[in-house]
């Protein structure tokens, strides 16, 4: 997704643990299996980081917090007080279930318009570390935040974008000029 549909994605979302959630996906590079199981006390507000305890493979890592989406999770917190995880499920106690973030994403996107056959949580994820390469975040420091355990991984994130092609000199371009055609067809 674009940075601009991920932004309308956000702006379109009226419930407020909905929009949080989306906009924690995207800051934050977080597994859906990852949101759903965050807690309180896992937010780092001091340091500017969330641990992710217990990701795949088994492994905790940290990830980064946004000073925008940290203004968000207060206002979310002052409106629904969660106690343990923070977003809660129906069941006192329980976490938000995965098929819920999954429904509320989903919901949002059909109501945009979007192909939310293509475009999923996990879409969310991805235009977080493509962004961050495209803003000239360095792959190693990506594969880190992302939790994978092979740069392999993380490279299989990456694709040619029209932000990333800008500006590149072609080679045959940056060779000596030789005699031209005065006329050139159109293209």
Do not use: C, W
């Amino acid at each position: 997704m674009s940075a601009a549909e991920i932004k309308t994605l956000i702006d379109s979302v009226k419930n407020v643990k909905h929009r949080t959630i989306i906009m924690m996906l995207y800051s934050t590079g977080m597994r859906l299996s990852e949101i759903s199981a965050l807690k309180i006390v896992d937010i780092d507000s001091t340091n500017m980081r969330i641990k992710v305890v217990q990701g795949k493979g088994a492994k905790d890592r940290f990830t980064i917090l946004s000073e925008q989406v940290l203004l968000e999770l207060r206002a979310y917190y002052t409106l629904y007080r969660p106690k343990e995880y923070l977003f809660n499920g129906q069941t006192p106690g329980k976490p938000l279930s995965m098929r819920m973030i999954q429904h509320s994403v989903q919901n949002a996107l059909i109501k945009l318009g979007l192909d939310s056959k293509h475009y999923t949580v996990h879409t969310i994820r991805h235009s977080f570390a493509t962004h961050l390469v495209d803003n000239g975040t360095d792959l190693h420091t990506v594969k880190e935040l992302l939790g994978h355990s092979s740069l392999q991984t993380t490279m299989l994130y990456m694709h040619l974008t029209a932000k990333r092609t800008q500006g590149i000199v072609n080679p045959y371009d940056a060779l000596p000029k030789g005699n031209q055609p005065d006329s050139l067809p159109s293209f």
